[in-house]
T-cell receptor
Framework: EAGVAQSPRYKIIEKRQSVAFWCNPI?????LYWYQQILGQGPKLLIQ????????DSQLPKDRFSAERLKGVDSTLKIQPAKLEDSAVYLC???????????????FGPGTRLTVL | KQEVTQIPAALSVPEGENLVLNCSFT??????LQWFRQDPGKGLTSLLL?????REQTSGRLNASLDKSSGRSTLYIAASQPGDSATYLC??????????FGEGTQLTVNP
């Protein structure tokens, strides 16, 4: 079974530029997550999709971050304009729909390491 | 607001030693708890998932326990090997399926 795919793996940009990340979840997984992991910290959820609808975007800085999941499969996360503090690893994860009494296990991609200069 | 704490932040042990990593969380109303491994520059690999109704899970040399009432989980690694060197992250799922992560324990196993 193929895992979660992400691209690019690395990106270096100047502050105030725009950047986009792409994620392809595990086939059949209805739920997709984007996390931000700052160096030395645990990942923080930015946005969660169920199929192509947003379930939770309470921690997404909406003035500069946006995400979409057209057709309920692939997803893109965009930052416009980027700030120095956006330097982090952006992780995508997916899970199957929760079964009764259990929440689906999340599987993570390799991440995109963003450096903002 | 759920908060997850992992102790210690870093741990260095000789090869072959048994070790315990600790995780505590403030809100006991969780759906499940996951332990992950993260190698430098890589994504997260799921090690063990414990549902809220379970007390422990085992996989090979790994054993994770969950005590919801006290808000604690431990990850036990038996007969540690240099290949176990990585950062270990604990995460709990509360509302919906949002995961709240701790900051991790950086483990080094010396040959």
């Amino acid at each position: 079974e193929a895992g979660v795919a992400q691209s690019p793996r690395y990106k270096i940009i100047e502050k105030r530029q725009s950047v986009a990340f792409w994620c392809n979840p595990i086939s059949g997984h209805a739920t997709l997550y984007w996390y931000q992991q700052i160096l030395g910290q645990g990942p923080k959820l930015l946005i969660q999709f169920q199929n192509n609808g947003v379930v939770d975007d309470s921690q997404l800085p909406k003035d500069r971050f946006s995400a979409e999941r057209l057709k309920g499969v692939d997803s893109t996360l965009k930052i416009q304009p980027a700030k120095l503090e956006d330097s982090a690893v952006y992780l995508c994860a997916s899970s199957s729909l929760a079964q009764r009494g259990a929440i689906g296990e999340q599987f993570f991609g390799p991440g995109t390491r963003l450096t903002v200069l | 607001k759920q908060e997850v704490t992992q102790i210690p932040a870093a741990l260095s042990v000789p090869e072959g030693e048994n070790l315990v990593l600790n995780c505590s969380f403030t809100d006991s109303a969780i759906y499940n708890l996951q332990w992950f491994r993260q190698d430098p520059g890589k994504g997260l690999t799921s090690l063990l998932l414990i549902q809220s109704s379970q007390r422990e899970q085992t996989s090979g040399r790994l054993n994770a326990s969950l005590d919801k009432s006290s808000g604690r989980s431990t990850l036990y690694i038996a007969a540690s090997q240099p290949g176990d060197s990585a950062t270990y992250l604990c995460a709990v799922s509360t509302s919906g399926s949002r995961l709240t992560f701790g900051e991790g324990t950086q483990l080094t196993v010396n040959p």
